[in-house]
């Protein structure tokens, strides 16, 4: 990928899709095959690295200390949740519908997150995520309050496939979402906007020096990833059929910031593996006993942040590095 | 100022009207009047906390002056942020590198030239795919002698290669008005000639004032320079008046007198 | 009216207890800044510790204030040498992610030794009742937590302006490299500033078991409360932080009864207006 071409010339490493691209996005689609009785989980846990993924593009790639991107999650879920509990039931207006929402009040509230110190996003981005909480708490006749909403139809995937209670319907779908916005993803950050986004991340003090609005380029990408959590959470209430607080507020927010940072964050795939390995483990553990799940992962969090090495990419990464070092002579 | 040239007035590339800079009660810098015309290659020295770096970056736009403007061409640019007045081809270099420390070298200068021409903000295309910039970057990087780490990650540089990398991003951006604070600092003594000689290359409409503080450089690219001493521009002149003149002996060997007896 | 003021007494009690918790986390965010989301913690602990020292030994809550004040002053010392000062330079997405994985662990461990159930620590006998003011009704408890409150930030203040210790916190926090060259021994201020942020969080959470009650989640269920007072009061800023936390507990205690729909909408939403028109919080110290 770097090095010289054959004429000669210089390269940047290209995005082109790899042998291991192939390979990862295999499993998922194995998955539907071998283990028919827990696609319902696969769902969710492919939902939520999309979620996983939107996030990253904030801390990740831009750099912002954000608590609160339940926020854009919740709203979302409850787009697609009040357009379907209204008779509006189509599934890719609905997805639309919740990116355009959720990118609105992201675009909105970019402007004061951008500007801040770490400290100042945090509270903003936990101050809009709590406040929008409390709005969902609160006005009940529109969003069900502590009920959330659960009397909604939606139609048939393509007209033809209706979301049956096996989940096989909504895990294709799921992955397919997913799998899009993936590329999209893979294709913005390695673009030369992502470059300069990267660059921020890197060297905040430098860009404006070289020219870079660098306000300008935070709120784009902030609003990018609001609305790729809306399209998340907008995929939660299709799949499920029902929405309710809990996409929104802190626990959501602090779970899956938890999930990309095992993973490692900056690295597309970090979301995916974050989220499918917390997932799993939590599905098993949770349920035997929650205290000691709260502890282990604790004790987890605290030794990714004390060893440093960016979650399990940053291993992986680390491992790479060592093994070109001692192959080069 | 350049009173009592005779030839006719070159027009002016960089300006500044009573530019001051106070933190708290001091005042940094002083009611500086400068002009650079287009073209100079006009030095700035000083002993330390004299306020030659607070200078460049008032004249850059890092924060903005207490009284005073700054005047790029005819344009009145105090106001303006420092983004803009990149665009308008102002740059600068940062004494102490500030560089992108997960970035490749190749990348750092890549992005450069994507900002100045505007295809930074391209989103739906991989950058490894914009052919002009990156052969760009690569020829930049050659006449600079960093094509040899090209692919190296800047916080894996040596010093003097990241010095040289803080150059080749000033010069990516096609300066019209270009700031060096120090260029040569930390590169050794027979590269830093050569990093000078590729700034003395530049083309006869790029104006350059560089804060240095090996003399000899001065004295070898310097047509004009000028002195800031507590804040305030001391005198201006050639390098030889500078060099005859008594009170620069004064503040240099005052300070260098003051070191010696402890 | 004088419901109106019993109200208002409440608030000021509740942002009183806030303050006595939150001011160490505002010195440490102040002085090491290093943004704590654990802080709560030791007010959790220290609300325990009483529980536990009441239960057993029939300990009241005087005489356990003291033990906790020191027992976790000590403690605090200790970790800040042990644990934070290793990780004081880290970049503050992972000083989150850290303090939040402590938080999670302390969570864990107080549910695994005392289980989830909510605790009660009885209330000392000559602090029973009400005292009429002034025509209103005040109860005793209250104010005594206020009067606590008075004592502490003026001993703070005292420590604070009259001291050597307190000169050199201050120059640490405008300045902390610079104090550092001028001989300060800023590693020991640090220690005793957390140590001393931690026991107050203690007591505030001895003080606290009644009226914000005492269960496992604590430190999540405050941790929002904990960080509003540090971040709208400025940080490292002791005046700051108390009038941030009275009026935060005044504007929670009065929204909820006032305006029981709207709840905790207006404490957010006033958060996100004071940040925007005071990024760095309502008084800025040094920097």
Redesign the interface.
């Given at each position: 990928m770097?090095?010289r071409g054959a004429a000669g010339?210089?390269?940047?490493?290209?995005?082109r899709w790899q042998i291991w691209d192939t390979a990862l996005w295999l499993v998922p689609v194995a998955v539907y095959f071998l283990f028919p009785g827990y696609l319902v989980l696969g769902s969710q846990v492919i939902i939520t690295a999309l979620f996983a993924l939107s996030l990253d593009i904030v801390?990740g790639y831009a750099g912002i200390?954000s608590?609160g991107h339940a926020a854009f999650f919740g709203l979302g879920a409850y787009t697609a949740g009040l357009l379907a509990a209204h008779g509006w039931g189509e599934l890719l207006t609905g997805l639309v519908c919740a990116a355009v929402v959720a990118a609105v009040v992201g675009y909105l509230t970019s402007f004061?997150v951008v500007?801040?110190?770490?400290?100042?996003q945090?509270?903003?981005t936990?101050?809009?995520g709590?406040?929008l909480l409390?709005?969902a708490?609160?006005a009940t006749p529109w969003t069900g309050g502590a009920n959330g909403l659960s009397d909604m139809t939606v139609d048939k995937l393509l007209g033809v496939f209706r979301f049956d209670l096996e989940g096989r319907t909504g895990y294709i779908y799921s992955l397919v979402v997913a799998f899009a916005a993936f590329v999209l993803v893979r294709?913005?950050v390695?673009?030369?906007?992502?470059?300069?986004l990267?660059?921020i991340?890197?060297?905040a003090?430098?860009?404006?020096?070289?020219?870079?609005?660098?306000g300008r380029r935070l709120v784009a990408a902030f609003t990018f990833a609001a609305a790729l959590a809306g399209i998340a959470g907008a995929l939660l209430t299709q799949t499920a059929q029902v929405v309710g607080l809990e996409v929104l507020g802190?626990q959501r927010s602090?779970t899956v910031?938890?999930m990309l940072?095992l993973g490692g964050t900056g690295r597309l795939y970090g979301a995916f593996i974050g989220a499918g390995l917390f997932m799993l483990i939590q599905d098993y553990f949770a349920r035997r006993d929650p205290?000691?799940?709260?502890?282990w992962?604790?004790?987890?969090?605290?030794a990714?942040?004390?060893v440093?090495r960016g979650g399990i990419l940053g291993i992986v990464d680390a491992l790479r590095a060592r093994w070109a070092r001692r192959r080069a002579p | 100022m350049t009173a009592g040239a005779a030839a006719e007035p070159r027009p002016v590339a960089l300006r500044t009207e009573g530019l001051c800079k106070r933190w708290g009660v001091v005042y940094v810098n002083d009611r500086i009047d400068l002009t650079l015309p287009v073209g100079a290659r006009h030095a700035l020295i000083g002993p330390n906390g004299a306020g030659k770096t607070t200078l460049v970056n008032l004249l850059?736009g890092l924060y903005p002056p207490t009284a005073g403007r700054v005047l790029l061409g005819d344009t009145d640019v105090t106001r303006l942020?420092?983004?803009e007045r990149?665009?308008r081809g102002l740059?600068?270099t940062?004494q102490i590198n500030?560089?992108?420390?997960?970035?490749t070298v190749?990348?750092?200068v890549?992005?450069?030239i994507?900002?100045?021409t505007g295809?930074?903000?391209?989103?739906?295309?991989?950058?490894?795919?914009?052919?002009a910039p990156?052969?760009e970057?690569?020829a930049l990087l050659d006449r600079l002698g960093l094509g040899s780490v090209?692919?190296t990650v800047t916080r894996n540089l040596p010093y003097g290669k990241q010095r040289l990398l803080e150059i080749a991003?000033a010069l990516a951006?096609r300066p019209k008005v270009l700031l060096l604070d120090e260029p040569a600092s930390g590169i050794p003594a027979g590269d830093s000639t050569e990093v000078f000689e590729v700034i003395a290359a530049l083309p006869g409409d790029v104006t350059v004032l560089f804060i240095e503080h090996d003399m000899e450089l001065v004295f070898r690219f310097a047509q004009r320079v000028a002195v800031l001493v507590d804040g305030r521009l001391l005198t201006e002149g050639t390098p030889a008046e500078i060099a005859a003149d008594p009170r620069v002996r004064d503040v240099y060997l005052g300070e260098t007198a003051s070191e010696k007896l402890g | 009216m004088a419901a109106f003021i019993t109200v208002l007494f409440d608030g000021v009690a509740y942002g009183s207890l806030l303050f006595v918790i939150s001011v160490g986390m505002s010195v440490t965010?102040g002085l090491m800044r290093f943004?704590n989301l654990a802080h709560g913690a030791f007010a959790m602990f220290g609300g325990y510790t009483a529980c536990v020292l009441a239960e057993r030994w029939g300990l009241s809550m005087f005489a356990s204030l003291p033990v906790v004040l020191v027992g976790f002053a000590a403690a605090g010392a200790v970790l800040e040498r042990v644990v934070y000062r290793?990780?004081s330079r880290?970049?503050?997405?992972?000083q989150?992610?850290?303090t939040?994985?402590?938080?999670?662990?302390?969570?864990?461990?107080a549910?695994?030794l005392w289980g989830p159930d909510q605790r009660h620590l009885p209330r000392p006998e000559a602090l029973d009742g009400q005292l009429h003011v002034l025509g209103v009704d005040l109860g005793v408890y209250r104010l005594f937590l206020i009067g606590m409150v008075v004592v502490i930030t003026a001993a703070l203040h005292v420590l604070i302006e009259r001291t050597r210790f307190g000169a050199q916190l201050r120059a640490a926090v405008d300045r902390p490299d610079t104090g550092a060259g001028l001989g300060i021994p800023v590693n020991r201020v640090f220690t005793i500033s957390f140590a001393i942020g931690s026991g107050l969080a203690a007591v505030g959470g001895v003080l606290g078991v009644e009226m914000l009650g005492l269960d496992h989640s604590f430190t999540?269920t405050y941790?929002?409360y904990f960080?509003?007072v540090v971040?709208v009061g400025g940080?490292g800023s002791i005046i700051g932080s108390a009038a941030a936390a009275i009026a935060l507990g005044v504007f929670d205690v009065v929204g909820k009864y006032y305006f029981l729909?709207?709840?905790?909408?207006l404490i957010?939403?006033l958060?996100?207006v004071l940040?925007?028109i005071f990024?760095h919080g309502l008084i800025r110290r040094g920097r």
């Open positions: 770097t090095g010339a210089v390269r940047l490493p290209s995005d801390i200390t608590l004061l500007r801040g110190a770490a400290l100042t945090l509270m903003i936990l101050g809009v709590l406040l409390e709005i708490n609160k294709r913005v390695s673009s030369p906007f992502g470059l300069s990267r660059a991340r890197e060297g003090a430098r860009m404006p020096a070289l020219g870079a609005p660098v802190l602090a910031l938890i940072v205290m000691y799940w709260q502890l992962i604790g004790c987890l969090l605290v990714v942040v004390l440093g | 850059t942020a420092m983004h990149v665009k740059v600068r940062f500030t560089l992108f420390p997960g970035l190749l990348e750092s890549v992005l450069a994507c900002e100045r295809v930074a903000r391209r989103w739906a295309r991989s950058v490894a795919r914009f052919d990156i052969a970057a690569a090209a692919h991003l951006l | 965010l943004i290793w990780v880290t970049r503050p997405l992972d989150v992610l850290l939040i994985g402590i938080a999670f662990i302390a969570t864990a461990l549910g695994i999540f941790m929002v960080l509003l971040v940080e729909s709207t709840g905790a909408f957010y939403a958060m996100v940040l925007l990024p």
